[in-house]
T-cell receptor, first 113, second 112 residues
């Protein structure tokens, strides 16, 4: 069956460092991979989308890589700030599935001042 | 910036009762979705809706669930006879195409 795994343990880093979060998947061939941020009790907030034919995408302090051979995406936040503390979700999508997103369980990031 | 809105923010109901959760998607979006998240668990897809019909639904979305776009702005999720295990956060989302989805703040459904 399809499986998406993210770092199960919370990630604690110091302000100013780079946070790297991992998303691995099996038994799936996604067309897109998306990263969302979720704060407690709130809805997911879209951050970045990367397509199957793209290796890397950047937006301000965020960078996503996508390796379809390794079946892995890495999500980087550079120069991290306490305000970046949240749970980060990866989600996969395929063509012709009506936009159905399959989410990972999320990785909780805590950035300490 | 346009946002997806959802009402109510919190709904408490008795087991067996019907509930309707309401969403107003972003106005120029064409695809609409419902997801749910049981406390401490993953966000799970329920259903997607495009061109006034269901495009895709999950195993969770059984005969107890239905969706409707009653007018040009609202998108609703109805649960006919709620069960204890329906207690969750329900998120509505919308998108222009079938890719980047924008989520609402959610409705917390508590079934007693």
């Amino acid at each position: 069956s399809q499986k998406i795994e993210q770092n199960s343990e919370a990630l604690n880093i110091q302000e100013g460092k780079t946070a790297t979060l991992t998303c691995n998947y099996t038994n799936y061939s996604p067309a897109y991979l998306q990263w969302y941020r979720q704060d407690p009790g709130r809805g997911p907030v879209f951050l970045l989308l990367i397509r199957e034919n793209e290796k890397e995408k950047r937006k301000e302090r965020l960078k996503v890589t996508f390796d379809t051979t390794l079946k892995q995406s890495l999500f980087h936040i550079t120069a991290s700030q306490p305000a970046d503390s949240a749970t980060y979700l990866c989600a996969l999508d395929r063509y012709n599935q009506g936009g159905k997103l399959i989410f990972g369980q999320g990785t909780e990031l805590s950035v300490k001042p | 910036e346009p946002e997806v809105t959802q009402t109510p923010s919190h709904q408490v109901t008795q087991m067996g009762q019907e509930v309707i959760l309401r969403c107003v998607p972003i106005s120029n979006h064409l695809y609409f979705y419902w997801y749910r998240q049981i406390l401490g668990q993953k966000v799970e897809f329920l259903v997607s809706f495009y061109n006034n019909e269901i495009s895709e639904k999950s195993e969770i979305f059984d005969d107890q669930f239905s969706v409707e776009r009653p007018d040009g702005s609202n998108f609703t999720l109805k649960i006919r006879s709620t069960k204890l295990e329906d207690s969750a956060m329900y998120f509505c989302a919308s998108s222009v195409g079938a890719d980047t989805q924008y989520f609402g703040p959610g409705t917390r459904l508590t079934v007693l």
